[in-house]
């Protein structure tokens, strides 16, 4: 009994934050990690939009929002954020980490595939079969999700989200908060900008600039139908005047 005790002491508290899609699948790869190693202890969800009153996922509770926090000791509680969208990992980052001290946990599913000399920031998280070979960077809350696969020397700033099945060659740069869709290929040495997101399919052989969606092969800057609309409607007023 005191063994058993003793064995679980070791297991680290982590807290998801995010109850949706993105938890159960960051939820269901921690239970995976502890059928082969016992790791973590999950203490529970932690969700911005939780409805007020006990709920819980899998029988694991969700707490209640970010303000829980404050009721956990930084000594003892790490977390995850499994929020898709990088501007909010971003600002849960700030506040979790930056402001209330929390250190972050790193989260590989036990089908990733990881090679060495590969150095992941805090908050990273593989997802099933993700592929990562070798020299790779990744700064802080890095996504890469089911089957993305991140060759030699690529460098992922903070919150980069790899989409599932996207590919990236040799050195290719992610900077900071930028989306790579599922299935999208980036050709090697390419960079991709700050913020900017690469549309599910395509196939980028260009540098992408800042806060650009790119979408097609080769891929080119997302234009809309509306804007099409607008130019054109726009010119035939310059024609009539
Ligand atoms: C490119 C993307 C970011 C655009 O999203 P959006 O701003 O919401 O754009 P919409 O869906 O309104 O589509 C706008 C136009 O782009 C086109 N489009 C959207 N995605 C496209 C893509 N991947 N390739 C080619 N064209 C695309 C649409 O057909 C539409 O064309 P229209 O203006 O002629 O009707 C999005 O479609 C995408 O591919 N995201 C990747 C998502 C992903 O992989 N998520 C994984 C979650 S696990």
Wanted: charged share 15%; proline share 6%.
């Amino acid at each position: 009994m005191i063994k058993q005790r003793k064995s679980e002491q070791r297991l680290q508290d982590l807290v998801i934050v995010g109850a949706g899609n993105h938890g159960d699948e960051i939820y269901n790869t921690v239970v995976a990690i502890n059928s082969v190693q016992p790791t973590f202890n999950v203490v529970g969800f932690v969700d911005e939009h939780a409805s007020p009153g006990p709920s819980r996922i899998d029988d694991v509770p969700v707490l209640g929002g970010l303000a829980h926090f404050n009721t956990l000791d930084p000594g003892r509680h790490m977390y995850v954020v499994a929020v898709g969208a990088p501007v909010t990992r971003k600002r849960i980052d700030s506040e979790l980490s930056g402001r209330l001290g929390f250190p972050a946990a790193i989260v590989i599913h036990p089908s990733a595939v990881v090679g060495t000399k590969n150095n992941l920031g805090p908050g990273s998280y593989l997802g099933p079969a993700a592929v990562v070979t070798t020299n790779v960077t990744t700064g802080r809350h890095v996504h890469i999700n089911m089957r993305a696969s991140v060759a030699n020397a690529c460098v992922l700033e903070n919150y980069a989200s790899v989409h599932p099945g996207a590919v990236l060659l040799g050195h290719v740069h992610l900077e900071e908060g930028c989306q790579v869709g599922a299935g999208a290929t980036i050709k090697y040495d390419k960079r991709v900008g700050e913020w900017a997101e690469v549309g599910l399919a395509a196939g980028v052989v260009h540098d992408v600039p800042a806060h650009t969606t790119v979408v097609g092969t080769p891929a080119k800057p997302l234009v809309r139908a509306e804007a099409i609309a607008h130019d054109a409607s726009a010119a035939a007023l310059r024609a009539v005047r």
